[in-house]
Nanobody, 122 residues
Framework: EVLLVESGGGSVQAGGSLRLSCTAS???????MGWFRQTPGKERREAVA????????MYDQSVKGRFTVSRDNVKKAAYLDIVRARPEDTAVYYCAAGKTLCFGCHQSTYSWGQGTQVTVSS
């Protein structure tokens, strides 16, 4: 199982920008990478952005045009760039890795980071 470590969370004003980083312990070339978020009271982590092995990306409708997911296989890293942040983006953000990631899918086979808090104030 790949170990993932996130960094870059913090507080930002609405309209501001933030970059989240995720570093893996093993090569990620054959893995899909994704960013999920979880808010208090919700049991499930919801996918917001996924990037596959071919650098094809998918986004939740709520973040399209504001979030950009990218990866650097040489650095064994994935990134999430957030611009025009909104208060509703406030959540704990988790990096995930797996053979196949998808929106609304069963998540038991994913590897997860420890999570990083993002707080957007109005």
């Amino acid at each position: 199982e790949v170990l993932l470590v996130e960094s870059g969370g913090g507080s930002v004003q609405a309209g501001g920008s933030l970059r989240l980083s995720c570093t893996a312990s093993t090569p990620i070339d054959d893995l899909e990478m994704g960013w999920f978020r979880q808010t208090p009271g919700k049991e499930r982590r919801e996918a917001v952005a996924i990037i596959d092995k071919d650098d094809d990306t998918m986004y939740d409708q709520s973040v399209k045009g504001r979030f950009t997911v990218s990866r650097d296989n040489v650095k064994k890293a994935a990134y999430l760039d957030i611009v025009r942040a909104r208060p509703e983006d406030t959540a704990v953000y988790y990096c995930a890795a797996g053979k196949t990631l998808c929106f609304g899918c069963h998540q038991s086979t994913y590897s997860w980071g420890q999570g990083t808090q993002v707080t957007v104030s109005s």
